[in-house]
């Protein structure tokens, strides 16, 4: 499989729009992974209050306004885009312990929602609360500020809805951490 | 908003691996935009039916075959991809009809599912049906054969699942006319 590359076409993806929030860092800030678990896993929760109740606004460049027409008609929508304070030689990470805690075995980069991944491409999907020409404005998005937007898709339950999603232990507890219904 | 590309990292995809799969062809094939509506929504219908059964396989390249580790506790991945069989002159198409149905009124591509968009990365939530090594077996993969992967992620309730979704008419329509609950 590994001669696959050499018929590949490029992907080279261009910003249409980017990101302006309150969210101005990333959740886990790679000078914190000293903190204790305890103090760690409060900062994680603050901050993820924080992202659910941040309103923020996705500023589409003027030339690509138009491909919104239509889109307030969806209540939610998902979100591409791309961890632009992430280091790019974080590509290369093969296996983390999921949001830095050690109790958690470590995970291989596709098993998890590290932000460090081969194609840091983030994929979110929020609420939609308003549009008003190129700008639409969210609720509940993780990108901070700044963060180039990839595409924006509608909804769609076809796509996206799933029935009886399993998850493994770690990540159960850790949305029972978080308090994520 | 237009400055805002000079700042933009680079933003390269690299494919992590391919699909293979029975699907050949994209669903709706430039060709037949010259078909009657009911033979059209015939077609897509059968075609839809057909991608719902299809058991796929993703293949990984084995340099990165480590990052699958863990992935099996999940009942479900979201697997991001790149229609390569799109001709890359559409990705500056603005505005289609949904599915290419006239009776529809023209949508913005942001509010549609087209593959043909500015960044033309494809998201589709699927049940993973087992790992063995670098390959992945999932089911209902709508992804055509060769079809470059550029991500793998758990689905992760909270950044995939939503609550109260509203669709607008005419996608409620096509749900509805494909069968899809």
């Not at 491909?67 to 296996?95: C, E, N, Q, T």
């Not at 898709?153 to 850790?174: A, F, G």
Request: some cysteine; charged content about 30%; aromatic content about 4%.
């Amino acid at each position: 499989m590994s001669d696959t590359k050499q018929t590949f076409p490029d992907m080279i993806l261009r910003p249409v729009g980017v990101v302006h929030s309150e969210i101005k860092k990333p959740m886990l800030a790679a000078g914190e992974s000293g903190l204790s678990l305890e103090l760690r896993m409060e900062k994680v929760k603050a901050h993820h209050r924080e992202v659910e109740e941040c309103i923020c606004k996705l500023v589409i460049d003027p030339e690509w306004e138009e491909l919104l027409d239509g889109i307030d008609g969806f209540s939610h929508v998902l979100v591409l885009y791309w961890p632009h304070l992430i280091d790019p030689a974080r590509r290369k990470l093969r296996k983390v312990h999921p949001m830095g805690r050690k109790d958690i075995p470590m995970q291989g980069i596709f098993a998890t929602c590290s932000p460090a991944r081969p194609n840091p491409v983030l994929v979110s999907a929020v609420p939609l609360v308003a549009r008003n020409g190129n700008v639409l404005t969210v609720k509940g998005l993780e990108a901070v500020d700044g963060s180039p937007i990839i595409d924006v898709k509608p909804y769609s339950k076809s796509y996206l809805m799933v029935d009886k999603l399993k998850m493994p232990d770690w990540m159960e507890q850790i949305h029972r951490e978080l308090e994520i219904d």
